[in-house]
DNA sequence: CTCTTTATATGATCATGATCATGTAAATTC
DNA sequence: GAATTTACATGATCATGATCATATAAAGAG
C-alpha cells in the first residue's frame, strides 16, 4: 500500500538511521537488507524503491554514522569550552562508548571492513575522517597549524586504535587497561 | 586419495597459513571455506577432516596470525637493538605495510571483525595482544614498570588506530600523511 | 603382498541473502 | 470523485557458501 511523500521521506531516514546502528554493530557483511527493513517495520521488497542496492544503502548509512560521529565530537567540544580535548577524549575512551558501537565511531566500529568496500563507501569514509582531523586540529594545542594538524591525526589514531582493542579483547579487566592507558597518554601529551 | 601423514600435516600447515592471510586481505566473511581449500590445491571435501567448522579454522588462523605478528616485531627488535621501538614503530607504519595486509598486523586487518567473533577466535587475540603489549612494554622507556606498560598500550593503539585509517581512506595523500603524523607523533615521544 | 584405514575428491543438501516480478491499496492528480 | 501513480507487501529467483554423504585410491598395518 501507498503512503504519502513525506510518509517515505521519513522511512527512507528510518532505514538510513537503522542501518547506520545496525552495520556499526554487526558489520556490513553480518546485517542483510532484510534485517534492516524488517527492523525499520518495512518488508524487504519495498527496499529497492529507496536504494539501488546493498553498498549503495551502505555507503549512504556510512557517511551519516560519520555525520552524527563528528555532531557528537563538537557537542563534547562546546560542553567543555574550557577543555574540549579532554572532553572528547574522555567520552570516546568511555566504558559506555566502548559498548555501545552502534551509536559510535564508525572508524573503530567497521574501519577494518570500510577498506574492503567499494568506492563510494571509502570516499564517505574519506570525508568524514577528513572533517573529524579539521575538527580534532582545531582544539589540539601546538604553535602552528601543522604541528596541530600532526598531533590532532595521531591522537584520533590512539583513540581508534585503543576502542577497537579495547571491544576486541576478551577480558573486562585488559579492556578497562587499554582504555585507561591510551585515556592517561592523551592526557600527560597536554602537557 | 590418501596422502602420507606427514603431507597431510603439511596440508593442514598450509591451510592454516593461507586461511591466515585471506582472512587478512578480506574479512572473515569474505573468504569461503572452498577459497582456502582452492589456494591450497585441495577440493572443499577434505577440510573437515581437519577442522571442526569454519569458526574452528579462523580461531587457529587468527592465533597464527598473531604469533607470526609478535615474532615479527622480536625480529625488528634484534636487528636494531640501539632503537628497537623505532624500528617497530617505522615498519609497522611503512606503506608496504599498509598495502600487504595479508601479511600484516591482524589487528590492523581485523580488529573490528574480531570483535563480533566467536569466543575461540577472542581468546585467541586477546592472547595475542597480551603477548603484543609484553613486548612493547619490555623496551618502552619510563621509570616504573607500570609507566612502561601504559605507554606501550597507548603506543599500540596509536600504531593500530594510524594504520586502520591509512588503509580506510582513499586517497594516497592523506593515507601516508596519516602513517607520517603517527610515525612523528611517536618518536617525539621518545623525548 | 593382502587387508584395513583414511585423506581427499566429487557431488549432494540446505540455509541465507541479494535482487527482481507482480499485485494492491492508498495517495496524488485532474 | 475518477483516473493514475506508486510505496510497499508478497512471493519468486538465483547465487553463494557451510556442511554432510559417499566413493576412491593410496598409505600403513599385518
Redesign the interface.
Known amino acids: 500500500m501507498r503512503v504519502s511523500r513525506e510518509q517515505m521521506a521519513e522511512n527512507r531516514e528510518r532505514i538510513l538511521d537503522t542501518a547506520s546502528t545496525m552495520f556499526r554493530e554487526?558489520?556490513f557483511?553480518?546485517v542483510g537488507v532484510a534485517d534492516v527493513m524488517k527492523a525499520v517495520g518495512l518488508t524487504h521488497g519495498g527496499f529497492y524503491g529507496h536504494f539501488s542496492s546493498k553498498d549503495d544503502l551502505a555507503a549512504q548509512a556510512l557517511g551519516r554514522a560519520f555525520v552524527h560521529s563528528n555532531r557528537w565530537a563538537a557537542e563534547a567540544k562546546s560542553a567543555e569550552p574550557e577543555a574540549p580535548l579532554q572532553a572528547i577524549v574522555s567520552r570516546y575512551l568511555s566504558p559506555s562508548h566502548r559498548d555501545d558501537?552502534g551509536q559510535g565511531c564508525p572508524?573503530?566500529?567497521?574501519?577494518?571492513?570500510?577498506?574492503?568496500q567499494g568506492?563510494a563507501s571509502?570516499?564517505a569514509?574519506?570525508e568524514g575522517?577528513?572533517a573529524a582531523i579539521a575538527g580534532l586540529s582545531a582544539i589540539e594545542p601546538g604553535a602552528t597549524a601543522d604541528e596541530r594538524?600532526?598531533?590532532a591525526?595521531?591522537?584520533?589514531?590512539?583513540?581508534?586504535?585503543?576502542l577497537?582493542?579495547s571491544?576486541?579483547?576478551?577480558?573486562a579487566a585488559?579492556s578497562d587497561?587499554?582504555l585507561a592507558?591510551?585515556g592517561?597518554?592523551?592526557q600527560s601529551?597536554e602537557a
Open positions: 554487526r558489520g557483511d553480518g558501537p572508524v573503530a566500529a567497521l574501519g577494518c571492513d570500510i577498506a574492503r568506492e571509502r570516499l569514509a574519506t575522517v577528513r594538524r600532526t598531533s591525526i595521531a591522537n584520533y589514531a590512539t583513540l581508534v586504535g585503543a577497537v582493542l571491544r576486541m579483547v576478551d577480558d585488559l587497561e587499554i592507558a591510551a592517561a597518554a592523551l601529551a
